[in-house]
């Protein structure tokens, strides 16, 4: 009989007694799921490999920091998140230039709308090759704004739950909620403009 994986938990606890082993186990457990992360705000493989490395090598510095309040990927993820946009401030490409904050014009905008209609990205036509529809989603995705585009990525493409995305961003549910609504429309719009076919039906 297969011995089960030991969970994130005690490997942390493994490392932290000097196993590094462990570590190596939870980078395996995980790496591929940051990776695909970070292709979501470039697509050079070296900066991918650069960006995921670093989240690790601080992940392992800081492991002593870990609380076990959440799990250990909703925690590693907010070192991905963070040190990602340090690399895309480095760039000279900082995330929150010339956007609005959400909850500023939540009242006039948002609050009109109201969140049970908030809108679904787009299902572009399944007529269209799988490659063009993650070239045109990926290319919607890279000039949206970061802060838009991060809770986004979490929420549509990782599947992460809002508790979890908002202990990832250190921000409340509702303000989850907020950007994730505007984040939606904001895709929509965008999809449309260049593909208007796609608002048919």
């Not at 991918?48 to 002593?64: C, G, I, M, N, P």
């Not at 929150?96 to 709308?113: F, M, N, R, W």
Request: hydrophobic share 35%; glycine share 4%; proline share 4%.
């Amino acid at each position: 009989m297969e011995p089960q994986p030991a969970d994130d938990t005690c490997l942390v606890q493994e490392t932290l007694a000097g196993n590094q082993a462990s570590f190596q186990i939870l980078v395996e457990r995980y790496q591929s799921r940051l990776f695909a992360l970070v292709r979501h705000y470039t697509k050079n493989p070296y900066e991918v490999e650069d960006v995921v490395q670093e989240t690790f090598l601080k992940a392992f510095s800081r492991l002593d920091s870990f609380q076990h309040q959440s799990s250990f990927y909703t925690w590693i993820y907010r070192i991905a998140t963070n040190t990602i946009l340090d690399f895309l401030k480095r760039r000279g490409r900082s995330p929150v230039t010339a956007v609005e904050d959400p909850e500023l014009v939540q009242s006039t905008s948002g609050a009109a709308s109201g969140s049970a209609s908030s809108p679904r990205i787009v299902s572009p036509d399944a007529r269209m090759q799988r490659e063009e529809i993650q070239k045109i989603t990926a290319s919607i995705l890279e000039g949206m704004p970061e802060i838009f585009r991060t809770v986004l990525v979490m929420r549509e493409f990782e599947d992460m739950a809002y508790q979890d995305i908002a202990d990832v961003l250190g921000i409340s549910i509702g303000t989850v909620e907020s950007r994730l609504f505007r984040a939606r429309a904001r895709f929509k719009d965008k999809l449309l403009q260049s593909y208007p076919e796609y608002g048919e039906g």
